[in-house]
């Protein structure tokens, strides 16, 4: 038997970092990951509840945040509970075991691209002679 997810896509909010009453790190996040498009050109997209455990929590919680790109792999996880008005729920999520990170934060791309850092200067102060 198989369960195995990979996703792409943008993160919809800040990861939420809880801990359980044992200590354990978990966070919450939603991924909205785009659909292909449709033969009339629309395109849609899903919003995918994602689940990271202990390590990968606190790294995701530490790094990620609303409007980042991330690759998420795991498995689908149905759960449900009893909601406060008595009512059966059930839930899908994807409860990951690996996060990439697919872009840099706007700040750091910032620092690392010369065509999008302000006012770029070599290190030495001097601007270089551009040969055309």
């Known amino acids: 038997?198989?369960?195995?997810?990979?996703?792409?896509?943008?993160?919809?909010?800040?990861?939420?970092?809880?801990?359980?009453?044992?200590?354990?790190?978990?966070?919450?996040?939603?991924?909205?990951?785009?659909?292909?498009?449709?033969?009339?050109?629309?395109?849609?997209?899903?919003?995918?509840?994602?689940?990271?455990?202990e390590k990968l929590a606190?790294?995701?919680?530490?790094?990620?945040?609303k409007g980042r790109l991330a690759a998420v792999q795991g498995r689908l996880q149905v759960r449900s509970y009893e909601a406060k008005d008595g009512q059966?729920?059930?839930?899908?999520?994807v409860v990951a075991d690996q996060v990439s990170f697919l872009d840099r934060p706007?700040?750091?791309?910032?620092?690392?691209d010369p065509f999008l850092a302000p006012d770029a200067v070599p290190e030495d102060g001097q601007e270089e002679d551009v040969p055309f």
Not at 1 to 15: A, F, K
Not at 59 to 65: K, R
Not at 88 to 93: A, C, F, I
């Open 1 to 53: 038997m198989l369960n195995r997810v990979i996703l792409i896509g943008r993160l919809t909010r800040d990861p939420e970092l809880r801990y359980t009453t044992n200590g354990k790190p978990v966070v919450r996040f939603t991924l909205a990951v785009d659909r292909q498009r449709a033969p009339q050109g629309e395109r849609s997209t899903d919003f995918i509840d994602i689940v990271a455990w």
């Open 88 to 93: 059966r729920r059930r839930v899908w999520e």
């Open 58 to 65: 606190e790294t995701v919680h530490n790094y990620l945040n």
């Open 106 to 112: 706007p700040s750091e791309e910032a620092a690392h």
